[in-house]
């Protein structure tokens, strides 16, 4: 039965079943019911207005809903969404008991990730009015990428994200022949006014297999709340000429007096961040490729990022179809130089993550800080997928900075109010924690001299994830797991010291107070972790210390 509490809207998202004529009912605890008819080809997005502090009985008739929420509530940016089990007519699941949907081993607790199913790219990162926004690619309707709404979560602290409603979904042209179109809001950007939000995002339509035919365009639409949105206006509907169908994900950003804004291709057979300029936000003139990667066996550029950071500007795109000399696929590059007369000097270039499982990263600037945020990804198909599971999450956001022509990236210190227990302090000796229940933990090591050693961060039988720092290679290595073979070092001369955040499916590590950063996952079937360091020469170790993290659900 659901209690509507202060909410007055119930979103559902519902699809008949093949060959049937389906339907959902609500019944108001009179005994009148309403009958809504379900999606035929794809899913109807319903928003059905109910009554503050009432109850209600869901049933569906022939139909399958993948996602119901109650939304519309005063305060709904604190409180958030209440999710709808449909089960049993409809049970209300509040923020406080989504720690126990949480807590389960495939779902990290101090990781943004969705409700369920698949979430991918961080769009329309942004601080406005008191809260951190980010909207994500999102299909509601099942764990694998599928045709792109934009889901949306806000934050006051970076660290404790609330649910909000669903915002943007795919085109009418997608939904109505989905049989033999794909589509929706792929990924874009937010541009923080005084009074309104406005955002750019690409809008995607084409066959199922991605080719000529397929049509990719910039839209921009405007928010004075982020939670309702203006009609959409499009603002570039073609790629240049020499640039491939793959023109997709604009950011945005201010130099002067002037926008520019970097979007995703290719040029003559080679990855390009494409620049375009503007001088009211709305009219857009193609300048030129900004950046043009050398590197064979990429199909294009997604998701690019430009900005000024430290007294240079800093680039970056993740590489399509792309795999680098130790097997790693789809990394993403940086590049760091300087900004003149729309001119992209490029001085160095470097991997954002060493882990391969970091993609999609966009950064915003709020107080003095750039701050980014990746989408954790899966390109080994490792995911493994249980009932109302979650496919994809989000990295810790991350504060960057530029030193030494090199980019920079610690964690925000937001993330460590999550300490909570400690379970090791010491110094000069091997660590042994073989069980340390939750798996969720964060671990901080410090090094006098550059020893070699071998770090344990994950194990399920005969699955392993570990660290590992011997000669000239420092990085992550796995066994037992479909990334096994695989190497990811960390490209550092030596390990000072590390910083690392396991939860559950996650393995996040910063290494030299920021120097390189790399993310993993590792999925492990139980809830206990474990923290093995082997030293070479144990007494490099000048301080270790173990601590539980607390679930950002609770």
């Known amino acids: 039965m659901i209690q509507t509490g202060e909410y007055t809207c119930l979103e559902i998202m519902t699809r008949t079943v093949e060959g049937k004529k389906g339907y959902v009912v609500l019944r108001d605890k009179e005994g009148r019911e309403n009958r809504y008819e ?14 503050r502090q009432s109850s209600y009985e869901l049933t569906s008739r022939d139909a399958e809903i993948s996602l119901a929420y109650l939304s519309g509530c005063e305060n709904i940016l604190e409180k958030g969404i209440c999710f709808i089990e449909p089960a049993d007519g409809g049970i209300s699941l509040s923020s406080r008991e989504a720690a126990a949907y949480y807590d389960t081993p495939y779902r990290e607790q101090y990781h943004f990730a969705p409700w369920k199913n698949w979430m991918n790219d961080p769009n329309g990162l942004c601080w406005y009015q008191g809260y951190y926004h980010m909207y994500y690619q999102y299909n509601p309707h099942g764990q694998e990428w599928s045709n792109m709404y934009w889901g949306h979560a806000a934050s006051p602290d970076l660290v404790h994200w609330t649910h909000l409603p669903v915002v943007l979904e795919p085109q009418k042209e997608v939904l109505e022949q989905a049989d033999i179109r794909k589509g929706g809001a792929f990924s874009g950007s937010a541009v923080v006014l005084d009074d309104e939000t406005v955002f750019y995002l690409t809008r995607h339509l084409g066959p199922m297999e991605d080719g000529e035919e397929t049509v990719q365009q910039q839209w921009m639409t405007r928010s004075r709340d982020m939670l309702e949105f203006e009609p959409e206006k499009l603002v570039i509907g073609e790629h240049p000429v020499g640039a491939s169908f793959d023109f997709r994900d604009p950011k945005v950003l201010k130099v002067g007096d ?3 804004m970097v979007l995703a291709s290719a040029v003559d057979g080679q990855a390009a961040i494409l620049l375009y ?3 009211d936000m709305e009219h857009w003139d193609y300048v030129k490729p900004l950046v043009t990667e050398p590197e064979e066996g990429v199909r294009c550029f997604e998701c690019p990022d430009f900005f000024p950071l430290d007294g240079s500007f800093t680039a970056w795109g993740a590489l399509m179809c792309h795999r680098d000399v130790y097997g790693r696929y789809q990394m993403s590059r940086y590049y760091i130089g300087e900004f003149r007369d729309e001119n992209f000097t490029v001085k160095s270039t470097g991997w954002f993550d060493f882990g391969s499982n970091c993609y999609a990263m966009q950064s915003f600037e709020h107080e003095g800080r750039r701050i980014a945020i990746g989408w954790i990804s899966d390109f080994y198909g490792e995911h493994v997928e249980v009932e109302n599971g979650a496919y994809g999450s989000m990295t810790i956001p991350r504060v960057l900075h530029v030193k030494n022509d090199r980019l920079y990236m610690t964690p925000a210190e937001e993330i460590y109010t999550l300490k909570s227990e400690r379970l090791y302090t010491g110094e000069k000796e091997n660590i042994h924690l073989e069980h340390i229940a939750g798996n969720s933990f964060y671990a901080e090591i410090t090094f006098s001299e550059n020893t070699d050693f071998n770090l344990l961060l994950g194990r399920d039988g005969k699955k392993e994830i570990r660290f590992i720092k011997e000669k000239d290679f420092a990085g992550i290595r796995t066994s037992g797991v479909k990334s096994e073979g695989i190497s990811f070092p960390a490209d550092v001369d030596m390990v000072r010291d590390m910083e690392i955040f ?9 290494i030299n107070g920021g120097e390189a950063a790399g993310i993993k996952l590792f999925y492990n079937s139980g809830t206990e972790g474990c923290f093995v360091l082997e030293a070479e020469r144990p007494e490099a170790v000048t301080r270790a210390e173990v601590t539980k993290m607390q679930s950002v659900w609770q």
Do not use: N
């Open 38 to 51: 379900a999606g035929k080809k794809y899913y109807q997005w319903l928003k059905i207005p109910v009554e």
């Open 258 to 260: 002037v926008w520019y």
């Open 277 to 279: 300029r503007s001088e």
């Open 502 to 510: 396991v939860d559950r499916r996650a393995v996040e590590i910063f």
